[in-house]
């Protein structure tokens, strides 16, 4: 019993202690980068063997992104989003916004995306949650990723990394 109470609470510090992207309510801007075909597909996180992400078109701007378990159970649901690019001074970032039951999609996600030359290998940069600014618009919020972008500290420390399945 003890274990199992330890392990709950190694479980839930650790959920605790992660780092989430900032969240905003308006994106960088409206879906005007075209997609890259060759991101479509599948993708797998290179720290787990067990997930799986499907990218897939929605329109030529947007994407819908499917993460899944590998070997699903039966009660186990795929969590939905749409994603977008937007390009400031040459750097991509994604707008993503969960789509499920239980969320408006009205709140986004940032995250600096890095394509290997191969693309074979993507690598999600989430800007840091620790950015205290609202914005109200998006003008106001590309102006700020813009000053800030460069700094190392604009990003959580650790990048999620995916390497392509299909």
């Known amino acids: 019993m003890n274990k199992l109470l330890s392990l709950i609470l190694v479980s839930a510090m650790s959920f605790l202690l992660m780092g989430c992207p900032y969240e905003t309510e308006v994106p960088i801007d409206q879906p005007s980068v075209k997609f890259p075909s060759n991101l479509l597909g599948k993708w797998e996180p290179k720290s787990s063997s067990d997930e799986l992400l499907t990218i897939s078109k929605k ?41 499920n039951e239980y969320s408006s999609g009205s709140k986004f996600y940032l995250y600096k995306l890095e394509v290997s030359a191969s693309a074979s290998r993507l690598t999600l940069s989430p800007v840091t949650e620790n950015i205290d600014e609202k914005f109200s618009t998006s003008a106001e919020l590309k102006a700020f990723i813009q000053k800030n972008m460069q700094h190392s500290f604009f990003y959580e420390k650790d990048d999620e990394v995916y390497l392509r399945l299909d």
């Open 59 to 99: 329109t030529e701007y947007v994407v819908t992104i499917s993460k899944s378990k590998k070997k699903p159970e039966a009660n186990d649901k795929a969590e939905l989003y749409e994603a977008y690019l937007s390009e400031i001074d040459g750097v991509k970032f994604l707008n993503i916004t969960e789509k």
